[in-house]
């Protein structure tokens, strides 16, 4: 058999030759990329671990992210009846645990209103931490990643402080520094039936004295942020930037935010951006704009299944099977992004050392 050329053999290795392309087929921001020197590469940032290849959120996840390359890894942060910060990507939990199988839980379900919506379900502010142990974690999108559902029932919820001690075993595992990178979900609304997630955030923090390489807090709601940063604990604070709308409980909107003056008051209290991945990409300032101001800018979410992708790279009519994800990175790399959020971080992994090898 013939040698493969370099770059189809990392695609192979990845499980992902579908999604092969060659080297002339890189847009030509690619180019950039790969002259950039090992401090300038973007991080890679695994999404709930590596959401694309295990449950959410749990261990299994993180720690494959980790093993995968993910610099850092991303827990949502939710509370619990007795104000324990645990990690699920909404505090309604019907579709990340099995919890509609346990009949001792079958009264708790409600419908609640969130940020304005109403949802029905299982929530985990009306569970104690000992509760939601009793519980295991499921696929979330069963449908367009059976693959992970092999994990059902496997995981248990984490805290925040469990994804903490697992992020430092990581580290010292891997010899290499790996972030936490929570997210306060709903924080407006968790203040308003007395669970504010940024005080027990702060203790754990605090508590295990995690510094500035160690964390870096994100929300949609600058006002969580601005109490984080009330709190004086020096860690850097990212702003996330919807598509439409702007953050719950907020007169500002997120178009207005993305503006030039916008992102100048941003940088009075925060470190980076996150915009979602369409808002960077030309003709679209936003890029140039945010380092201007100072701002990093960290894009989410990548995924590599053609429903999640620019309906030019993705490849047949199946919306589940993967299309053409190199090419989004390559392209979002090239622009010179400095973090890419990713539900499959070996892809992006990957991606990065194929954008900054001169072989390609």
Request: glycine fraction near 6%; charged fraction near 20%; proline fraction near 7%.
């Amino acid at each position: 058999m013939p040698a493969l050329p370099r770059r189809r053999s990392i695609l192979l290795a990845a499980g992902a030759a579908t999604a092969a392309t060659t080297v002339s087929a890189l847009p030509a921001a690619a180019a950039q990329a790969r002259q950039q020197p090992e401090s300038a590469r973007p991080l890679v940032i695994g999404h709930r671990g590596s959401a694309g290849w295990r449950p959410e959120h749990t261990a299994a996840s993180y720690t494959f992210a980790v093993q995968a390359g993910a610099d850092w890894i991303e827990p949502d942060l939710v509370p619990t009846k007795d104000h324990v910060l645990v990690v699920r990507h909404e505090n309604e939990i019907s579709q990340t645990t099995e919890v509609a199988k346990h009949p001792e839980f079958a009264e708790r379900r409600t419908t609640k209103t969130v940020d304005g919506r109403a949802v029905t379900g299982w929530f985990t502010e009306d569970f104690t931490l000992a509760e939601l142990k009793t519980l295991r974690a499921v696929e979330r999108l069963p449908l367009v990643r059976n693959r992970n559902t092999v994990f059902d029932g496997t995981q248990q919820i984490m805290t925040f402080q469990e994804v903490v001690d697992l992020a430092r075993r990581l580290s010292r595992q891997h010899g290499r520094r790996i972030a936490v990178f929570p997210e306060t979900k709903h924080p407006t609304y968790f203040r308003s039936i007395g669970l504010p997630l940024e005080p027990e955030l702060v203790r754990v923090v605090r508590q295990s004295r995690l510094n500035a390489r160690e964390c870096v807090v994100q929300s949609f709601e600058p006002s969580s942020l601005l109490r984080i940063a009330d709190a004086r604990l020096r860690l850097p604070l990212w702003q996330a930037l919807g598509t439409s709308g702007g953050p719950y409980a907020h007169t500002t909107t997120y178009v207005q935010m993305m503006t030039p003056a916008g992102l100048r008051e941003i940088a009075e209290y925060a470190d980076w951006i996150g915009p979602d991945k369409s808002s960077v990409v030309p003709p679209s300032p936003l890029l140039t704009d945010a380092h201007a101001a100072g701002l990093k800018v960290g894009a989410y979410t990548f995924r590599a299944e053609n429903q999640f992708l620019p309906a030019a790279l993705r490849r047949g009519t199946n919306p589940i099977e993967f299309g053409d994800a190199f090419a989004e990175y390559a392209l979002h790399y090239g622009l010179g992004v400095d973090a890419v959020v990713t539900d499959f971080p070996d892809l992006a992994v990957i991606a990065r050392s194929e954008a900054n090898d001169p072989r390609s």
